[in-house]
């Protein structure tokens, strides 16, 4: 017989289809389809986990700094960004001149922070998105200090290598401004005045969570703006300057109004700079581009996406914004006059996320929302066509009393933050 067509009846003998005396009942079925979709989905997770752990191993070991991450570290500051730096740099040059070691972890390949050079301080770009989140989980450190929100909530998960797990806190509003759960699973708060402490408390007592440690630090990115600072508006010059300054998403000015208040100003001859939110990138890309695209007709709007407000916090005489910290960045260090779009904040919403009552016979009330009238001129979002005579009557008068006397009431430390809060640090490093 010929081997080829041997081997064709063989062939065909098993392609065949032969009866199969089986029965599969359904709930069986079911059960073993379940189980094949779990055994694929737990071999696609061990895929990609074991993707990423390559992934991490390679960049460490490429690193120019030779930065292993498997060694236990002191304290170890983390940033999302490049934005972030000046908040915990005044922090990290205090423990380096009292010899205490610690690391600067970022996100961003561009971060200043990685240029960053003292005694006991080392820098490292742990990659970005998904690959620093892995390379944090592989962390060993007695301290992590960051400002993202929602540890243990989002993509961030507490490490048992981790010992103790801290917030700084990098605005001076309420954190009844948050989402829900952002600081719950902390074991420290870094706090930047008595009514962060007051309404994290509230939290605690609300969701019966065990008392967390709260600090009065202050806010250590001020130091910076202090030391940095430059008065170079164009007070006397016959053009006056202008700072957008929104927040994102659904409580932001551009969210509400588009491009009209930018339209307003320019028509009325004032120069415009519009500073947006660094988030509105990632969550309102396509409003931003709309904006952009008509910023672009106009030479008198200039966009400023720097890391850092400072430079056109500098040059502006007025700031225009809605529910953004910046106002009060703008207002307490540079004592310059404001204008504030009430309107944008649902407090009720913001209230029920953190299962408060507003109602109760506590009376709570978030913060910038009760405080923001002492210090800028307030008009409500409907009423944006006021907007270029409030900037005018704005320029003509003075609140630097009003913003004084708020600053001192309202924040702790105030221009030396960052020592404060390396001492804190420090002793809480003897105690983990």
Not at 33 to 54: M, N, Q
Not at 174 to 187: H, I, R, T
Request: net charge neutral.
């Amino acid at each position: 017989m010929n081997i080829n067509y041997f081997k064709f009846i063989v062939m065909t003998t098993f392609l065949l289809p032969v009866p199969v005396q089986a029965y599969l009942d359904p709930g069986s079925g079911s059960m073993l389809i379940y189980f094949l979709i779990g055994v694929f989905a737990t071999l696609i997770y061990s895929t990609k986990s074991l993707f990423f752990r390559v992934k991490v191993s390679i960049n460490r070991l490429l690193s120019k700094d030779k930065v292993k991450l498997k060694d236990k570290k002191n304290i170890v500051f983390y940033s999302e960004g490049g934005h972030y730096w000046t908040t915990f740099k005044s922090v990290i040059e205090a423990l380096s001149d009292m010899g205490v070691e610690c690391s600067y972890y970022t996100s961003d390949s561009k971060d200043e922070g990685l240029k960053f050079q003292a005694p006991n301080v080392d820098t490292l770009f742990i990659g970005d998105g998904r690959f620093s989140l892995m390379s944090l989980n592989y962390l060993k450190a007695k301290i992590l200090v960051m400002t993202a929100p929602q540890l243990d909530v989002m993509h961030l998960k507490r490490s048992s290598e981790v010992d103790y797990f801290v917030h700084l806190i990098h605005a001076p509003t309420d954190v009844l401004s948050y989402k829900p759960f952002a600081f719950d699973f902390f074991d420290c708060v870094m706090c930047s005045g008595q009514h962060q402490i007051d309404h994290l408390r509230l939290i605690e007592k609300t969701r019966n969570l065990p008392p967390k440690e709260l600090l009065k630090t202050g806010l250590v990115y001020f130091d910076e703006l202090l030391a940095n600072k430059k008065n170079t508006s164009t007070t006397s010059a016959a053009k006056k300057t202008i700072l957008v300054a929104p927040t994102w998403g659904a409580n932001g000015l551009l969210n509400k109004v588009g491009f009209e208040p930018l339209q307003l100003l320019v028509d009325a001859g004032f120069e415009v700079i519009l500073r947006p939110h660094p988030q509105s990138y990632v969550s309102d890309i396509e409003l931003m581009q709309d904006i952009e695209t008509l910023c672009n007709k106009y030479n008198a709007i200039t966009i400023n996406r720097s890391p850092s407000a400072q430079d056109v916090m500098d040059k502006a005489d007025i700031l225009v914004s809605d529910v953004s910290g910046i106002i009060f960045d703008f207002a307490f260090v540079y004592e310059k006059p404001v204008i504030a779009f009430s309107g944008t904040l649902d407090e009720g919403r913001l209230l029920e996320n953190i299962e408060i009552n507003a109602t109760q016979e506590l009376k709570t009330t978030i913060w910038e929302i009760g405080k923001i009238s002492e210090i800028a001129t307030e008009v409500n979002v409907e009423k944006i066509s006021e907007l270029p005579a409030l900037a005018g009557q704005a320029l003509s008068n003075s609140a630097t009393g009003n913003i004084q006397k708020l600053r001192d009431e309202s924040l702790f430390n105030y221009g030396s933050a960052g020592k404060v809060a390396s001492q804190q640090l420090k002793k809480l490093l003897g105690q983990v």
